[in-house]
């Protein structure tokens, strides 16, 4: 990652932490191992700068885990450019693959779409369970990376969903703040608990219909399963959700949960990225 010094007189730690939003912990590492130039030679931080040194900082070197195969999947991608991809996930399709099951997730069909480069790793900034469609942001670059997964959890980045769901909560729109821990150490399950982690969820009903409901939910916290498990704390789980209320047959290895709506500064331009997908229509038919 390259940047060009605009003025005279300024310390090079400025101008990583500050222009070029590099972490301390990051800045750190890369001091010590000689990963931090200026105009191609190895440079202490505490460095004065000219404008037009050119400031490089050197990524460590990331491998691949375990092999991982191609997935032939005609991906949705409603941006793109060299720093960061926004995707519109299929459900039910995980993620993320693992060593245990290293195909056909999104990992895989991210890895195809890019030609299959030797040098690939995925770099999701927020991820969504399998059986959850919607957008997903992928970042191209471990520095995009970093930028964006600090916005995580702010106003910059803000997730909106649709999730069709059993019932209608009372009232009709209202914050859930329940804090959320896992069940047992060997479970996936979470719930809420007084002990758990503090975990904020913004709903609002948008529609009911034959003892269904339609809710906007936006997350003010991001712990796994949050909007299923407060759903189902308030009596209305998500519809077809098979650990948290009931399995439907119409909805095949998903349940009715969409990531609708994203908003996010870009991490290098600063523009603010907006983008939309629409409920798919498996789920806008449960409301008839």
């Not at 070029?20 to 460095?47: C, F, H």
């Amino acid at each position: 990652m390259d940047y060009t010094v605009k003025e005279d007189g300024r310390r090079l730690r400025d101008v990583l932490r500050r222009d070029m939003g590099v972490s301390y912990s990051a800045m750190k590492s890369a001091k010590w191992e000689g990963r931090i130039l200026v105009d191609g030679v190895s440079t202490p931080v505490n460095a004065m700068l000219r404008a037009g040194q050119v400031v490089t900082m050197l990524w460590p070197e990331e491998k691949p885990l375990y092999q991982l195969r191609p997935y032939e999947l005609a991906l949705s991608i409603p941006y793109e450019d060299e720093h960061l991809m926004v995707i519109d996930k299929p459900a039910p399709l995980a993620s993320q693959s693992s060593a245990g099951h290293p195909d056909n997730s999104l990992e895989n069909a991210v890895f195809a779409y890019m030609g299959c480069p030797k040098d690939f790793i995925y770099r999701p900034v927020n991820r969504l369970d399998k059986g959850t469609s919607g957008l997903m942001v992928v970042a191209k670059t471990p520095h995009a990376q970093h930028l964006l997964q600090k916005q995580l959890h702010t106003e910059a980045f803000q997730r909106v969903y649709l999730a069709v769901v059993e019932g209608v909560p009372e009232p009709a729109q209202g914050a859930i703040d329940a804090p959320i821990a896992k069940v047992e150490e060997a479970s996936i399950r979470r719930h809420v608990c007084a002990d758990g982690k503090p975990s904020v969820t913004h709903y609002r009903v948008e529609k009911a219909y034959g003892g269904r409901s339609l809710v906007r939910l936006r997350l003010e916290t991001g712990r796994t399963h949050q909007i299923r498990v407060h759903m189902s704390h308030l009596g209305c789980p998500v519809c077809g959700d098979f650990l948290y209320g009931t399995e439907l047959k119409e909805l095949p290895g998903r349940f009715a949960l969409h990531s609708a709506e994203l908003t996010l500064a870009h991490p290098f331009t600063g523009k603010t990225l907006h983008v939309v997908s629409p409920l798919p229509e498996e789920l806008t038919s449960l409301l008839g």
